[in-house]
Structure formats: structure tokens, C-alpha cells
């Protein structure tokens, strides 16, 4: 059974169908790509995904259950957590605090002992800090634990959304273009960052790209968009042969 | 973890607390005069009211204005089952002020309740409009209520000022918000505040969360309402007016949105302002008021451009500074005199209760324009922050 599988998803917006008829399945373990230009529908996936948005017609399934229409925050709960192309980091709170606000979905005490900060509580508190700290070095942000999270640049601040991602546990993990603005250096960091976890963290990665290159070299599986249309599907090989991929892409190099 | 032991543990604080809030009562009443007493009474109303608000507005992000409204619901509430539950006069145990102290949190609770749940559809500016609009609406069915009084208010049978209680409210408001800022399960109400679409997508549910700030915020508000209620023994809905709404939100926006410390020396210090106005006996001329008025323009304009501008000496740029707050108001003050000398603006004089909010509208425009986040932007006072600060002190020394 895959893990997620999209099964003819459609969304319209008005007039406009911004995803139309995409199926494709995602195995545990895999290193999932979805590309295709500006514009073809891949948030708009992420965002039917995480239940953000409900598909109009189409079904989103996740181990088995049909999750399409799902409120984003029980999308989160079984297991499927994101990061945002237009990064979302909670401005005001340090780089710690924001990973401990993912870690925070597997709580256990109750609110009420929060307010009262009972000695569980305050045990827990401390083991999230704990478990965010040692996820802020596997991205490498340990130094930055008590910065200002809007006070980063921008390529901290992705890292940090995929740590904050990371800090829910989830079983599939979903990356919108987590290398937009980064130096060619930061790139092949954050190649090292989701090698990791997918192997040592043995999550599933689904990510969306724009960058080519680092696709093609990252991922095992890919998906094109374009248009909203699923016009090819394959290993990176059969994708960079694909006329119409490259059609799509007006002769960029891919 | 049950009630029981959570409390056993924190046993020791809370009697110390009670032993603070008993010991503090006996000592005022035994030191001060009645006024003065009355002060301290409604300064420890004002805080908890900040600090509760500061829950809705500060840490949770969402923006309501009707305070009041939770206030009067559980002033009312509180007053109406007072003489209902305890129609004897003159008891001497206040125990029934415990009992319509909980019966005023309470029914102030459900109203945070029914105004919590539009909030999970209302953002900024549409939520703050219905916030406002519960508290006027309190405010209009309490006036055309017979039974209750209407416009002519309602006497309670009993009439105690509690020093302690009220002490031990602010405490315990305070301790409440702090605690949960220290644990774990604040960061979601933060996190709901910076980011609700984030928020929901790390799975924090936003409806638990808004609703939970708005009802533990009332609450707190409607327990400072029942006291409140008790100590003149009279209510009128005039006491709750929209007026009282703004100068809490002023207190909070003040302290710094958020910082508990900010609300609880805000609160401190801005209800002085209306209280110690309303027993001033000065007048204030026309000519004078508007020199004031652009003293306050020119001192803001010249600190920011002190601030902007000049760097130099930490010694030279305090007495720049100063100098930016004092000559605008010497010139001012001067030029105003002569305005009341040459009566061009007629010859208007104000009563210094008139110009209430006048003042609190300049403090709140001079902070609002010099720090806009707040006193004390997004911090908290603690032990640590002031060890730091004497270190840091000490090293440059
Ligand atoms: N909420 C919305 N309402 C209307 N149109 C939308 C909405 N969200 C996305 N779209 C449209 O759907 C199309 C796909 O957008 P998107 O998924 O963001 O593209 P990308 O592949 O670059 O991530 C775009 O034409 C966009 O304008
Ligand atoms: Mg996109």
C-alpha cells in the first residue's frame, strides 16, 4: 500500500482548474520530487494535501484513509507536516521556540497543567527543548538556537521550517522549494540535510523545485506539473529525455 | 496529574501568597486612609483586568476590545446572586464573597465563551468590531433591565472591600498567564498570535486555543468585576462604558503586547491617571493645553531625531535627550501663558477631570511613537534578565 496517493485530484478555483486529474503514489521511504514551472499547481497540491484546501473532486489518501477535506492541524496529527514556499516561521519567537511549537503536537500533559505548570509539565517542557535542540543541529542551527527567528537569513529560515517540520514526527514530510535563495553552498548543505532524513530519520520526503539540478540529483522519483496537468512521471533519467518536460520548461536546461 | 497534587506541591507558594495578601491588607487598613486604600484596591483590579486582557490580546494575538463587557457580566452576576443567595444584611463572614466572586468568573466565562467562538472566523479589525460590540451590547440590555436597576444602577445588600482578595487575584492572573509561558502549552498560544496558518499546520488547534484565552481571560475579568461590584455595594452600567474597554487595551498595547510585566506596571501606574485627575483641583487654560499639545509633537519629533542622528557620547546624548523633552515644554508652556494673557483663543479654562482622556491619549501617543512595541516589547521581567543586566553593568564599570 503507498504511503500517500493522490487519486485524479482535481481542484478549481472559479474558472481556473489549478490542478486537474493528478494521480501518483508515494511509497514509504521514497525521495519524492513534484516539479514544473511557475505557476503548474504544485503548492496548490501541498495545500490539498495538508487539507489547506479540499479537492473539488478526487481523493487524497494517506495510509489507506481518504484525508481530502481533513483540517490542516488533524492532517498534522496523522502524520504529514510541511514547510511553506512563502516561509511561514513564527516571527517573534526564537529559532528554539519555533521547532519546540512542532515538538508541541506530541504532548502529552494537559492544558489545564500547563497553567498550573505542574512538575509534568515542566518535565515535558524540558524534553521538548531537548529533542528541538538536537533537531536544530541535525540542520545545522544549533548556534542559532536563541535567535530571533525573523532576524535570520533567509537560508536559516529555511532550515529552520524543515527542523519545525521535523519536530512533529510526521511520517511523511513535505518541502516547498526549501532551496529557493539559497547559495550554491547552502544547497548542497540542505542535500546533505534531507539525505538525512530520509535515511537516518527514515521519514518520506515529498519535495517541490523549481532548481533542476538539485531535483535531478536529489530525488528518485519525480513528478511534472504543468498547467496543472501531470504531463510525465519517472525516475530523473526518463524526466531530463521527456519532450514534453522540456517543452515546458522553454528550453531551460535541464 | 490530579488537581490535588498539582496543588499540594504548590502549597507552599499559594499559602505564601495568601499570608502576603492577608498580611498587606493589615497592614494598609491599619496605615492609610480610605482613599488611598480605594487606590490600592483598584490598582489590584486593573492589573488582574490588563493581565487577563493581555492573555486575549498580547499572547494569543487576538484583538479584542470589549474587557469591560467580561468585567460588568461578572460585576452584575456576582451583585444580582449576592442579594438573591445572601439576602441578610450585615454578614461578617465574607464568604459569601467567595461564593459570588465564583459566580461572577463563571458567568463572565460563558460570555468569553460566546464571544470566543466568532473569533475562529474574525480577524484583526471584523473581531475587534464584534468584541466591541458585545460590551455595548451588555452595557444596553444591563439599562433597560428593570429588575437589575437599569440606568439607576443596583445596590447590594453587602458592601466589602477586600484587599486581600483582590491582591490574591492579581496573584494568582498573574501567576496563571506566567505559568503558562513557561511551559510548553504557551508557545501554541504564541504561535497562534505569529503565524495561525503555521499554527494549524504544526497542528495546534486554533478553535481550543482562542476559545480557552478568551474564557480564561474573562473569567479573570469577571472575578475583578465581582469584587468589584462588592466594594462600593452599587453597580451602574455608566461604570463599564467603552471608555473603560480602551484604557485597559491602553494598558496592554502600553506594557507591550504580550510582556505580563509591561500590563502589570502599565496598569499600575495608567489607572492613577484618570483616578488622581478625578480629585485634581487644577484648571487648565485653552492657551496652555494647546501649547502642551504641540510641546508633546515637537518633543517627539526632536527625541527621534536625537535618536536617529546622533551618536555620540552616552553622556551627551542623554542631556541631548533631556533637552528634547524639557524645552518644548518651557517654550510651550511660556507661549501658552501669553495666549492666556492675550485671550486670541478665548478664554476657556479646563477642569482637570475634563482632560482624563486627553492625557491618556498623549501617553499613549508619545510611548506608541518612541517605543512602538511597548514598554517592554515582548520581554518579561525575571531574575536571570536583572542578574545579566547588573553583570553587564558591572563589566562596563
Ligand atoms: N486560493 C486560490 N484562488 C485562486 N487561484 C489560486 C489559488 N491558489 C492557487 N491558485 C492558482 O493556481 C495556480 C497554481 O498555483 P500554485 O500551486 O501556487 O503554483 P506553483 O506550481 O508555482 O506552486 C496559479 O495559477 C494560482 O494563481
Ligand atoms: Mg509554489
Not at chain 1, 108 to 113: A, G, I, P, V, Y
Not at chain 1, 232 to 249: F, L, Q
Not at chain 2, 65 to 72: L, P
Not at chain 2, 235 to 244: Q, S, T
Request: aromatic share 8%; charged share 20%.
Amino acid at each position: 500500500m503507498a504511503l500517500l496517493r493522490m487519486e485524479d485530484v482535481t481542484i478549481k478555483f472559479g474558472g481556473l482548474t489549478a490542478v486537474n486529474q493528478v494521480n501518483f503514489d508515494i511509497e514509504k521511504g521514497d525521495l519524492f520530487g513534484l516539479i514544473g514551472p511557475n505557476g503548474a499547481g504544485k503548492t496548490t497540491c501541498f495545500n490539498m494535501i495538508t487539507g489547506v484546501y479540499t479537492p473539488t473532486s478526487g481523493k487524497v489518501i494517506f495510509e489507506g484513509n481518504d484525508i481530502s477535506g481533513t483540517p490542516p492541524n488533524k492532517i498534522a496529527q496523522v502524520g504529514i507536516c510541511r514547510t511553506f514556499q512563502n516561509i511561514r516561521l513564527f516571527g517573534a519567537l526564537s529559532a528554539l521556540e519555533n521547532v519546540m511549537v512542532g515538538a508541541y503536537l506530541r504532548h502529552q500533559t494537559s492544558l489545564f497543567s500547563g497553567f498550573m505548570l505542574s512538575p509534568r509539565a515542566i518535565r515535558e517542557t524540558a524534553e521538548l527543548r531537548k529533542k528541538s535542540m538536537e533537531l536544530l543541529s541535525v540542520v545545522n542551527l544549533a548556534d542559532e538556537a536563541s535567535s530571533r527567528s525573523s532576524d535570520m537569513s533567509y537560508g536559516k529560515q529555511r532550515r529552520l521550517e524543515i527542523a519545525r517540520a521535523m519536530a512533529t514526527d510526521p511520517k511523511l514530510i513535505l518541502l516547498d522549494e526549501p532551496a529557493a535563495g539559497m547559495n550554491p553552498q547552502e544547497k548542497d548543505e540542505l542535500r546533505a540535510v534531507v539525505h538525512r532524513i530520509r535515511d537516518e530519520f527514515e521519514k518520506t520526503v515529498l519535495l517541490i523545485e523549481h532548481d533542476m539540478k538539485f531535483v535531478m540529483n536529489l530525488c528518485e522519483k519525480i513528478v511534472v506539473l504543468d498547467h496543472g496537468e501531470e504531463i510525465a512521471a519517472g525516475g530523473p533519467d526518463e524526466i531530463r529525455s521527456n519532450p514534453k518536460v522540456i517543452e515546458a520548461y522553454l528550453g531551460e536546461p535541464v | 496529574m490530579s488537581l490535588g497534587k498539582i496543588l499540594g506541591k504548590r502549597a507552599l507558594s499559594i499559602l505564601a501568597a495568601v499570608g502576603v495578601c492577608v498580611l498587606a491588607q493589615m497592614v494598609l487598613t491599619q496605615s492609610v486612609d480610605g482613599f488611598l486604600l480605594r487606590l490600592f484596591f483598584l490598582g489590584g483590579l486593573y492589573v488582574t483586568l490588563a493581565v487577563s486582557l493581555n492573555l486575549i490580546n498580547g499572547i494569543t494575538g487576538q484583538f479584542s476590545i470589549g474587557h469591560a463587557g467580561f468585567y460588568m457580566v461578572g460585576a452584575y452576576a456576582a451583585g444580582l446572586s449576592s442579594n438573591y443567595f445572601f439576602p441578610r444584611q450585615s454578614l461578617d463572614m465574607p464568604a459569601y464573597l467567595l461564593v459570588s466572586v465564583l459566580i461572577g468568573s463563571v458567568a463572565a466565562a460563558i460570555a468569553g465563551l460566546i464571544v470566543g467562538l466568532p473569533s475562529l472566523r474574525l480577524k484583526g479589525d471584523y473581531l475587534a468590531v464584534v468584541t466591541l460590540g458585545f460590551g455595548e451590547i451588555i452595557r444596553i440590555i444591563t439599562l433597560n433591565q428593570e429588575a437589575w436597576g437599569g440606568s439607576y444602577g443596583y445596590n447590594l445588600n453587602h458592601k466589602h472591600q477586600s484587599l486581600a482578595l483582590v491582591f490574591l487575584l492579581a496573584i494568582v492572573c498573574i501567576a496563571v498567564c506566567r505559568n503558562l509561558l513557561k511551559s510548553a502549552h504557551g508557545l501554541a498560544f504564541l504561535a497562534v498570535r505569529e503565524d495561525e496558518v503555521a499554527a494549524q499546520a504544526m497542528g495546534i488547534n486554533l478553535t481550543k486555543t482562542k476559545v480557552v484565552a478568551f474564557v480564561v481571560g474573562a473569567t479573570f475579568a469577571g472575578a475583578a468585576g465581582a469584587l468589584f461590584a462588592h466594594d462600593s455595594g452599587f453597580i451602574n452600567p455608566d461604570l463599564f462604558k467603552m471608555e473603560l474597554s480602551f484604557l485597559i487595551l491602553t494598558m496592554v498595547v502600553l506594557g507591550g503586547t504580550g510582556s505580563i510585566t509591561g500590563s502589570v506596571l502599565a496598569a499600575a501606574t495608567l489607572f492613577l491617571i484618570p483616578e488622581l485627575l478625578r480629585i485634581a483641583k487644577f484648571e487648565v487654560s485653552q492657551g496652555v493645553l494647546l501649547g502642551v499639545l504641540v510641546a508633546v509633537g515637537v518633543m517627539v519629533y526632536t527625541i527621534r531625531l536625537v535618536e536617529r542622528t546622533f551618536h555620540g557620547e552616552k553622556t551627551q546624548k542623554s542631556l541631548l535627550l533631556l533637552g528634547a523633552v524639557v524645552m518644548p515644554y518651557v517654550v510651550m508652556f511660556g507661549v501658552g501663558k501669553l495666549l492666556e494673557t492675550y485671550t486670541i483663543l478665548g478664554d476657556k479654562f479646563y477642569k482637570a477631570n475634563d482632560l482624563r482622556w486627553v492625557i491618556l491619549a498623549i501617553v499613549l501617543l508619545v510611548v506608541m511613537l518612541i517605543r512602538p512595541s511597548g514598554l517592554f516589547g515582548h520581554h518579561e521581567f525575571s531574575w536571570d534578565w536583572l542578574r545579566s543586566k547588573m553583570n553587564r553593568r558591572a563589566v562596563e564599570a
